[in-house]
């Protein structure tokens, strides 16, 4: 542990400004290069042409699902509840098998019918249902706003531990702090590039990015073991853990086995079918693609959480412990001051160790290079989700139901029109969090995580059914998702923020006892399909001839 | 040509079968109750290969996850017509 003990923050001077600034240069380059190569047709700003190879899919599908949760909430969570969150890691070869299982045929469908959304398949299969394809829209919103709001957030984390000093800046009288200028220059930046090149540029930049992410992720990992006095040290050190920290189900209690299980597959299942990776199942060229890509999720991605982010979170578990005051657990004030903050501990510890480890010239740009990684796995997250919300947004809202005689010239300019609305929405509802410290809902990123893949999750029955069992009716979809988001808005606390405590207490108590048992989106799905199946036993399905033709569209073996 | 009967499920089902309930296992064992096999001798301090034991136990279960995932690439889904 020869690094520990000097704890003061060092001064990086303005190499994390210069790797920034070459960073975002070189994502604005790719968001022009994208526009260049770019076709006028709608299909291509939202699917690239329908013909990305591996690499660009693998990356994309990796740097999607990865967001800030993966550099920041995720070894949050470990630095919080120490072993008993490594188990997430589970979920990643199930998400990368689904990549396949379910993608494949998605893509063959998507390929066959000319869809784009995730509700221009569903709907046409449930018989073109406007209450469906909204339905599906609405789910795609609530997973895709929380998601963009958790990018930013960690924007302004990154901006004020990078810039601790800096002074506020002024623009028309308003003082920024570093948190807002730092969500500022994340959100507007993304949304540039998103808008300039579409689906082209949110690809590029997320191979980039992907690249960056997984590199970072390791490099973290190895940072905090070499800090610690090499591999055996470092274990060694983790048997200072307390109890409840090296088993079940953790020290906030959280995580028993079955809630990690349901956490597993159902959570797994829920990200791998939001709008974002559905569209790229869409858009990947072959069957191969998809092959090949499902394998290297399923084999890289643990490698960098168990032996990257992962090793971090438990390292600053044993080096800076958090500490119960007034009953709140509150993370080490090397980390953060806040129950909010447990999230800063990859950016704390780095900041700490790496320029002490490897000297202050190399270490600063080796975490500056780590610290845009974080800002990469934000960023190729929310460019994902905002071009996605576009899609869904233009595609089954505008032009079916508002104008249904756009020209593709108009629907392409809604669609960036959505883009920048829904920017400054999320960033609005970031300065809310921030203004009101009680404002629960926003206050942990990986909470917010679990909200938007439980809405997620509701679209899984439907999914299902299309793809292998085609027994369902549009009835049935219908009142199984209405069904499933409100359960998962139950344990949401807006039904509180909205009704007040006391209308609101006993279903409360029952929601925070199966929320300690099961994942929020298992608890949803559980009523919606059981809603579904019900219904559809007693609803007209859709007619035999149709149901075969899509059979035939999945799978033409 | 000979027959198969029709109770005799042809190899890449039962393949299929087999990696399915084997992954499934490995999910059961590794982020489910399983966990209840090994805690006890986690919350004790208890290491395996010098590693603390449920961080061992995740990283086993999920090479085997991994492991499973390659072999049904391998076996089966390479195979499968474009």
């Known amino acids: 542990m020869s690094a520990i003990g000097t704890l003061a923050t060092l001064d990086m001077g303005p190499i994390p400004v210069v790797v920034l600034g070459l960073y975002m240069v070189m994502l604005i380059g790719l968001g022009v290069l994208g526009y260049l190569r770019s076709k006028t047709s709608e299909e291509d700003y939202y699917l690239a042409g329908r013909g990305q190879g591996v690499l660009v899919t693998a990356l994309t599908i990796m740097a999607t699902f990865f967001s800030s949760a993966a550099m920041m909430g995720i070894p949050g969570l470990i630095y919080k509840d120490g072993t008993a969150f490594l188990f997430f890691v589970l979920n990643l070869p199930v998400s990368g098998a689904i990549i396949y299982l379910l993608g494949s045929r998605i893509r063959r469908i998507g390929q066959a019918r000319g869809y784009v959304t995730p509700a221009d398949m569903l709907a046409d299969y449930y018989g073109g249902s406007a209450v469906l394809r909204l339905l599906v829209a609405l789910v795609g919103f609530l997973y895709v706003i929380p998601y963009i709001v958790m990018q930013i957030k960690a924007g302004g984390y990154l901006a004020q531990r990078l810039f601790p000093d800096a002074g506020g800046l002024i623009v028309m009288g308003h003082e920024y702090g570093a948190f807002e200028v730092g969500t500022i220059v994340l959100s507007v930046l993304t949304m540039l590039y998103v808008l300039i090149g579409g689906m082209r540029s949110v690809a590029w930049t997320d191979v980039i990015q992907g690249l960056l992410l997984l590199s970072g992720m390791l490099l973290a990992g190895l940072a905090t073991v070499m800090a610690m006095g090499g591999v055996r040290s470092y274990f060694e050190a983790l048997q200072q853990l307390p109890p409840e920290a090296r088993s079940m189900p953790g020290v906030s209690g959280a995580w028993s086995p079955w809630k990690l299980l349901t956490i597993c597959i159902f959570a797994s299942l829920a990200t791998m079918i939001q709008p974002g990776q559905w569209m790229r199942y869409y858009a990947a060229k072959s069957t191969k693609t998809l092959q090949r890509s499902a394998l290297i999720f399923a084999l890289v991605l643990p490698g960098c959480f168990l032996f990257g982010v992962m090793v971090v979170g438990l390292g600053a578990r044993v080096l800076y412990p958090p500490a119960m005051v007034d009953g709140i657990l509150l993370p080490h004030a090397m980390i953060g001051s806040s129950a909010g903050e447990f999230d800063q501990v990859v950016v704390a510890m780095l900041q700490q160790h790496v320029p002490l480890l490897l000297g202050v010239g190399i270490g600063t740009i080796a975490v500056s290079v780590i610290l845009v990684s974080v800002m990469a796995a934000s960023m190729s997250t929310a460019d994902s989700n905002l071009h996605a919300l576009s899609a869904v947004l233009t595609r089954d809202v505008y032009d079916r139901f508002l104008r249904p005689q756009a020209s593709e010239r108009e629907r392409a300019w809604f669609g960036r029109i959505v883009i920048v609305v829904a920017t400054l929405f999320s960033l609005w509802l970031v300065g809310l969090g921030e203004s009101n410290a009680g404002f629960q809902p926003l206050a942990l990123i990986a909470s917010l995580m679990f909200v938007a893949i439980g809405f997620s999750c509701q679209l899984l029955p439907l999914a299902l059914d299309c793809l292998f069992v085609r027994r369902g009716t549009k009835a049935g979809a219908i009142w199984g998702m209405i069904s499933g988001i409100l359960v998962v808005f139950l344990f949401t606390p807006f039904p509180t923020l909205l009704l007040g405590s006391e209308v609101t207490s006993t279903w409360t108590g029952i929601t925070g006892q199966l929320g300690r048992l099961f994942d929020i989106g298992f608890c949803g799905l559980v009523v919606n399909a059981t809603v579904f199946a019900l219904v559809s036993r007693f609803t007209t399905p859709p007619p035999a001839e149709h149901i075969a033709a899509f059979a035939r569209d999945a799978d033409p073996r | ?82």
């Open chain 2, 1 to 82: 040509m000979v027959n198969t009967p029709a109770t005799h499920s042809p190899p890449s089902v039962r393949l299929r079968r087999g990696l399915l309930a084997a992954f499934l296992f490995a999910l059961f064992m590794g982020a489910g109750p399983g966990l209840y096999l090994i805690n006890g001798y986690a919350r004790e301090g208890g290491t395996i290969l010098g590693m603390p034991a449920l961080y061992a136990w995740a990283v086993g279960w999920c090479a085997v996850e991994a492991a499973l995932v390659l072999a049904a690439y391998l076996l089966i889904w390479r195979k499968q017509p474009e």
